[in-house]
């Protein structure tokens, strides 16, 4: 069996198939262009799009035009070569295996190549258009360097067309706008669904920093700014996606060969695995804050939560800062570390499990506000007791600890910033500062096992790693030292949303991490003496 036109019709077993017909809703969809998605990754594959398939069938005519703006090989072998189509596995917690075609997309753009750029252009000319979502990650966003200054590949395309192709996203997205703006402006709404805090309130602020750039240059007019300014006419709603996704998994491949799908093999296009399928957990939630302009889907039809800001900046906080994505960065660093294959496997190690029950529970339960829509007693127990201990879902450390320098303002310094804000005691944050030291003691590149072991892409890897380029594993760090070698990262409010050294924190940083550098076994003593003596 194969996953494309011709082979639909011959899947087999219990797969739940389209009730439409793919081949049409894809003409369909490329003659009135309405929904664009920059980055049709595994989230936006097996969730999302979903959401367009059921709004398909039901008659609404929501197909999205997938965009890639990195690394076209990716999306070629991900979604091009099964007709835009993808397998959806859910990993549910029984160990059973529910399985679905979803026909959600109905073009893939690659914004590097010259004709799909054109393509993509008269898209955002076209008033049929009302809706873009992005999944890019939090490094996506980003116009600025770690020292704040603007990013040098930003200041380079600050001096051409802003019509012309950009590689930076979001230079990119301001020259689509402009676009669109001279073909009449009719409403957009830009929805971010990225992992992190006020997400839509980073995307305005990115693409305005860009749009006001070409202004002070004399590229744009003062319109083009007064209409990207206004949210009647361009919306940058907040919200938040909650749907652990591990990469392809080979278990997974190995049962799909099984089934008979000779297509489902794992490629590598560099280090990222792509394929097929897409496997995740059946635990999902999409809460959007209710801010559009224009035209939209009826989301609230298909499990999306359309709430007001309030509500949904109090679920993102429970979710990104407190409840689910620190405890994930705790486990991701220090599951590197110590060599752990999965998530679920360091869930049953007794530390490492103490550690992020106390990172939930103890640490930042105490400043989560009650979204309303879920308990977050409830939320954190599911995730704790549910979803991070799934056998059957074998979510990769190192996955998880990519671009970890762009999390830690959201994940952890958030928590921080209310603490300060409520008065709470600082020096009472016991595994909060351990992370950090973990972190520090992970961009070594050194295990725990004292061998070396690849790092995970940050955009900030080499220059921290230069910063730690005198520390050795095993090595007797005095005070003195540590805090010579660590104070500029430590104090840099880019990287953990506060200057440490304005807290208790910093000190507590420096005293693990020589500990955890003194030798080999050096963290798994640290991580028994504190959570398990």
Known sequence: MELNFNGLSGIEGDIVLPSFDVAQMQKSGKETPRWVQIGPGNIFRIFVARIAHDLVADGHMWPVTGVQTLAAEEMDRQLGKHDLMSLGVTLNPDGSRDLRVIAGLSEALATQRDDDFARLVEIFRNDSLSLVSFTITEKGYAVHTSAGDLQPMLVEELATDPRAYHAHTMALMAGLLFHRFEAGGAPIT?????????????????????????????????????WLSDESKVAFPISVIDKITPRPN????????????????IEFVGRTPVAGFVNAEPTEYLIIEDKFAGDRPPLEDYGVQIVDRQVCDDFENMKVTTCLNPLHTALAVSGCLLRMPTIDSEMRDSALAAMVHELGWNEGLPVVVDPGVVAPEDFLREVLEVRFPNTYLPDDPARIAMDTSQKLPIRFGETIKKYIERDLPLDSLHTIPLVFALWLRYLTGIADDGEAFTLASDPLLEELQGMLAEVSVGMELSSDEAHRIVQPILSNKQIFGVDLYTTPLAAKVEGYFIELVAGPGAVRSVLDREYTA
């Open 190 to 226: 830009m929805l971010s669904t990225d992992n992190f805090s006020h997400n839509g309130d980073k995307l305005r602020e990115s693409i305005m920093i860009v749009a006001r750039g070409w202004e002070g240059n004399g590229a744009v007019s003062a319109e083009f700014i007064a």
């Open 250 to 265: 080979d278990s997974v491949s190995a049962q799909l060969a099984e089934l008979g799908f000779s297509d489902m093999d």
